[in-house]
């Protein structure tokens, strides 16, 4: 089996760091202009350059979102944008619109063009046709089964990239208008409110109820884990794995790309399949906050791919604090503080190159230098006994009972 890539996405740049600290050979962003996930944090240029210098410094590529599908008054200042992103070394531009495309190819040979899940591929002769309007690969669509991956990947068109973890549209992706209705926010222009997510009163033509009034309709999507099928998108020839989510957190990142980090590596050097699996999933589980469903990959979901009666979102509080530094002679490391802790907490440690590794506070000292037996304040900068090597930037979050 060959190496591939692995795809992380990244709101902003601590999270892009994270991505590639935690092992992606290459991570996507929006930008402030023509990108969809408006409210994710997003990059200016002057971000876009410092994340295009870091993926660079640790062989990493850094792709850009483009994939609004414009109107016209959307279009002014889109070839000086475009521009500007060949120029600072952006690897690729990620595009839903065909005449984004050919302006892109237009300011560069050198940045790649990739084209959105958003339309939909799904047959060699569509990976023909773009072949021969100049774009590079093609994302397809999160609808393709795996045995559409295989025929459209013995085509030998083009690169394809293919979605394995995350959140899933509840309509053919990228062609929902319920939020243009609802709410006035054009989901293709980066204002998708989620509108399959809310949850609603479903009335019969009486005015009746038709289900429980004490658990309201939602029709949203469980979220992708394409892990039971990872070999096969492998030996398919799969050249980009990807993952979804420029809005998820920093431990959301470094969870998950670590997990699939990890589980490919295991693969492609031979070590067992289920047990791989398992392992990924068990770490998985820890930032997963909705449940999730193997895709389209095997076949075409039914109910069990849908949250009809909940809407399955929590928040994942097991995230305690990262390592900013560790002194080895006094065991004390220095950690910055994302959720509250006390002492006798049972905790782990997690980072690229730290496996996993639990112990219990028996010492913490906060900002003003004095010992405590509870910190709480987000970002505080604390110091708390460790009594093994843990390493800047790792990742530490509490174990459930």
């Given amino acids: 089996m060959k190496r591939l890539e692995l795809l992380a996405p990244a709101g902003d740049l601590a999270r892009l760091k994270t991505a590639v600290h935690f092992g992606a050979d290459a991570v996507y962003i929006g930008g402030k202009k023509f990108s969809l996930r408006s409210r994710a944090s997003n990059f200016d240029i002057s971000d876009i350059e410092a994340g295009v210098k870091y993926a660079h410094q640790h062989q990493a590529k850094l792709y850009v979102t483009v994939n609004m599908i414009p109107h016209q008054e959307d279009l002014e200042g ?13 690897d690729a531009v990620i595009v839903a619109s065909l005449y984004i495309a050919r302006v892109a190819r237009q300011v560069s040979s050198r940045m790649e063009v990739h084209l959105s899940t958003q339309q939909s591929s799904a047959n060699i002769e569509t990976l023909n046709f773009y072949k021969s309007l100049g774009i590079d690969r093609v994302v397809l669509a999160r609808e393709c089964s795996l045995e559409d991956i295989k025929q459209i990947s013995s085509g030998q068109s083009l690169p394809i990239e293919v979605f ?15 939020s243009n209705y609802m709410t006035l926010r054009d989901a293709n222009r980066g204002g998708c409110a989620q509108s399959c997510r809310w949850k609603y009163f479903l009335m019969d033509e009486n005015d009746q109820p038709l289900h429980d009034p004490d658990t309201l309709f939602s029709m949203s999507s469980k979220d992708l884990n394409a892990t039971h099928v990872l070999s096969d998108l492998i030996r398919i020839g799969v050249s980009s794995l990807k993952i979804e989510g420029r809005m998820k957190s920093e431990y959301y990142l470094a969870t998950v790309v670590g997990a699939y980090r990890r589980l490919i590596d295991d ?9 791989s699996i398992d392992k990924c999933n068990r770490e998985l589980a820890k930032a997963e906050n909705r449940e999730t469903f193997g895709g389209f990959f095997l076949n075409k979901p039914l109910a069990d791919g849908h949250l ?5 979102t929590g928040i994942t509080q097991e995230f305690l604090a990262t390592v900013v530094s560790y002194d080895e002679y006094s065991q004390w490391a220095t950690i910055e503080v994302r959720n509250h802790f006390s002492k006798g907490w049972n905790c782990e440690v997690f980072g690229p190159n730290t496996d996993h590794i639990q112990f219990t506070i028996t010492d913490m000292i906060n900002s003003d230098n004095e010992p405590t037996e509870r910190v709480f304040k987000p970002m505080e900068i604390v110091k708390i006994r460790i009594p093994f090597t843990v390493m800047t930037d790792d990742f530490i979050r509490k174990v459930k009972a």
């Fill in 164 to 178: 394995i973890h995350g959140g899933m549209c509840v309509n053919v992706s990228g062609r929902c208008t319920l």
């Fill in 308 to 312: 009809y009666d909940k809407n399955g």
């Fill in 78 to 90: 889109l070839r000086e944008y475009l521009t500007a992103l060949d120029q600072i070394g952006v």
């Fill in 267 to 275: 693969l492609l050097s031979g070590k067992s399949e289920s047990e």
